[in-house]
T-cell receptor, first 114, second 113 residues
Framework: AQSVTQLDSQVPVFEEAPVELRCNYS??????LFWYVQYPNQGLQLLLK??????LVKGINGFEAEFNKSQTSFHLRKPSVHISDTAEYFC????????????FGQGTELSVKP | ETGVTQSPTHLIKTRGQQVTLRCSSQ?????VSWYQQALGQGPQFIFQ???????GRGNFPPRFSGLQFPNYSSELNVNALELDDSALYLC????????????FGPGTRLLVL
């Protein structure tokens, strides 16, 4: 069955430090993978997506993620975070012929401290 | 380009009542999906509408129903509200050529007392 696991529920970091948010997925077929960000009291904003091609995907706000099929992972990285990156981050997967649903992880709360 | 919009932003209902939430899809998008996000959780897929028909459904009871209109806007209806229905309800729309990429609206916060 399709599933997504975010390995860290909370990640505290200092401003200008690098960060990695970890995501593992489970699927028996090809999947598409996504990272979304949710600021307090707001909806989800698409950060980046992997559909096919290069395994290193670049997104908005300086974020990037690497698709690793052998490790079934799709970790999100940023080399230097800002206070404004403080938010909840969700990893999601999508399989064709599954009725259009995105499967989300539980979320990782990124807290950037000065 | 207008993004996905939802109304109302907040809603308070009592147990047993019925509620209707509304969503306008992003320009050029013809597919709408609805998700429920409980506090501290990731969003859970309720259903998806394409060409006014339900295209897929998650593990939600029949009292959760929906509609899609010819202009691709959509409604989510929930009957016989329960306390556990309190959540953020998110609508997302997709392009005709790529329903996997879903763009979300700001959500409707529903509180059931």
């Amino acid at each position: 069955a399709q599933s997504v696991t975010q390995l860290d529920s909370q990640v505290p970091v200092f401003e200008e430090a690098p960060v990695e948010l970890r995501c593992n997925y489970s699927s028996s077929v090809s999947v598409y993978l996504f990272w979304y960000v949710q600021y307090p009291n707001q909806g989800l904003q698409l950060l980046l997506k992997y559909l096919s091609g290069s395994t290193l995907v670049k997104g908005i706000n300086g974020f990037e993620a690497e698709f690793n099929k052998s490790q079934t992972s799709f970790h999100l990285r940023k080399p230097s975070v800002h206070i404004s990156d403080t938010a909840e981050y969700f990893c999601a997967s999508y399989e064709n012929n599954q009725g259009g649903k995105l499967i989300f992880g539980q979320g990782t709360e990124l807290s950037v401290k000065p | 380009e207008t993004g996905v919009t939802q109304s109302p932003t907040h809603l308070i209902k009592t147990r047993g009542q019925q509620v209707t939430l509304r969503c306008s899809s992003q320009s050029g998008h013809n597919t709408v999906s609805w998700y429920q996000q409980a506090l501290g959780q990731g969003p859970q897929f309720i259903f998806q509408y394409y060409r006014e028909e339900e295209n897929g459904r998650g593990n939600f009871p029949p009292r959760f129903s929906g509609l899609q209109f010819p202009n691709y806007s959509s409604e989510l209806n929930v009957n016989a509200l329960e306390l556990d229905d309190s959540a953020l309800y998110l609508c997302a729309s997709s392009e005709p050529t790529g329903t996997e990429t879903q763009y979300f609206g700001p959500g409707t916060r529903l509180l059931v007392l």
